[in-house]
Each structure stands twice: as structure tokens, then as C-alpha cells.
């Protein structure tokens, strides 16, 4: 089983400002990790995954994360944000053995930008 | 092609009551799962079902059930529906190892 913790709940930042979600998982295993984003009375849209591969993978509207094994962690990361950036980011990872492909959640981050 | 639909949007109902969601998977997908999410919570495990059958189950009572359909579309059922029932449920489909969310049926038990 997976235990995904997000360090923060609520991230405030202005516009064009860079922003950092952070994000560590558990296990010791080897996982699959992704970051959902949900806008408000909306369900999950997949952002961005790791497989394998690469450890640095990008969404097509500029964020991308890293895979650090090292440091279980998978951050997600803009350089420069957007208002229609403003929403709830979900980090979740899946055990690569398993069949199941059941996803363990964190908590969310509210990320919020201001003009 | 067309994505996970979820119905209906937004149901309400009393404590001890019995409720159905449904599902309709994306084309191709013949994995189903559901999660809970409680408001300001992330999304909970509930089970998932392959071909029809169960392939898992989270930490739900067993008044939590499930089906999938030939046509891998599926049904949630709650029985006995307490206050804490009230959340946002999710339905995902997957082929593999990605899975792709509907809406969401927003329950709320009173």
C-alpha cells in the first residue's frame, strides 16, 4: 500500500510568479506516480505522468515534475502561472506490481493565483 | 471518442435510504473503478471491476456494491445510507495503467 502525502494544502501566488507543489509517496516499491487536476464541481483530469523512463515529464500547458527515487518525491513545478492555473492538484501513485492499479490520493493542494 | 460519463450530477437523499450511480466507461476501457472523495479530502478507493467481475476493494463496508455490465459500463449501489455517505463519487476507466475520470455524482445524504 501507498501512503502520498502533500505538503501543502493551500498555495497563494501571483500571476507569472513561478509555483512548486510538493509531494512525497511512501513506498519502497516501485510506482507509477501521477498529478490529477480537478476544477471546482469538476471531476479529475490526468496533468502528467510518470512510467518510466525519463524522470522529468511535462504537461502540454507548461508543468512538468520529477521522479526523485532517492527522495520518494514528485514534485510539480511552473515556471510561470496563470490565473486559469487556480484549482485543486491531486498527487497519486499506483504500485507497479500490482494488477490492481489502484491509486492512493493525497490530500490536494489549492493552488490559487492572483492578478 | 467519447469520454467516462457519470449519472446523475447531483442526487440527494435521507439516512437509511438506497442509491444507484452509474457509469459509462470510455470506449475500448474494460477496467471500472470508484472513489469517494469527502469534501476536502482526496479521492478514496472503493473497488474496481474487470470483464464484470471484482478485482479489489478498498476499506468499504460491504454495504458498498458494485456491478459491470457486458458493455463495461457499471453501477454503484449504497444501502443503508448514513450522513458521512455524502461526498463526490468518482467513476474511472482505464486500459492500463492510466485512468481517465468522470464528472462526478455529487450524493448528499440528509
Known amino acids: 500500500a501507498q501512503s502520498v502525502t502533500q505538503l501543502d494544502s493551500q498555495v497563494p501566488v501571483f500571476e507569472e510568479a513561478p509555483v512548486e507543489l510538493r509531494c512525497n509517496y511512501s513506498s519502497s516499491v516501485s510506482v507509477y506516480l501521477f498529478w490529477y487536476v480537478q476544477y471546482p464541481n469538476q471531476g479529475l483530469q490526468l496533468l502528467l505522468k510518470y512510467l518510466s523512463g525519463s524522470t522529468l515529464v511535462e504537461s502540454i500547458n507548461g508543468f512538468e515534475a520529477e521522479f526523485n527515487k532517492s527522495q520518494t518525491s514528485f514534485h510539480l513545478r511552473k515556471p510561470s502561472v496563470h490565473i486559469s492555473d487556480t484549482a485543486e492538484y491531486f498527487c497519486a501513485a499506483s504500485d507497479r506490481g500490482s494488477t490492481l492499479g489502484r491509486l492512493y490520493f493525497g490530500r490536494g493542494t489549492q493552488l490559487t493565483v492572483w492578478p | 471518442e467519447t469520454g467516462v460519463t457519470q449519472s446523475p450530477t447531483h442526487l440527494i437523499k435521507t439516512r437509511g435510504q438506497q442509491v444507484t450511480l452509474r457509469c459509462s466507461s470510455q470506449?475500448?476501457?474494460?477496467?471500472v473503478s470508484w472513489y469517494q472523495q469527502a469534501l476536502g479530502q482526496g479521492p478514496q478507493f472503493i473497488f474496481q471491476?474487470?470483464?464484470?467481475?471484482?478485482?479489489g476493494r478498498g476499506n468499504f463496508p460491504p454495504r458498498f456494491s458494485g456491478l459491470q455490465f457486458p458493455n463495461y459500463s457499471s453501477e454503484l449501489n449504497v444501502n443503508a445510507l448514513e450522513l458521512d455517505d455524502s461526498a463526490l463519487y468518482l467513476c474511472a476507466s482505464s486500459l492500463g495503467f492510466e485512468q481517465y475520470f468522470g464528472p462526478g455524482t455529487r450524493l448528499t445524504v440528509t
Open positions: 471491476y474487470y470483464r464484470e467481475e471484482e478485482n
Open positions: 470506449s475500448g476501457h474494460n477496467t
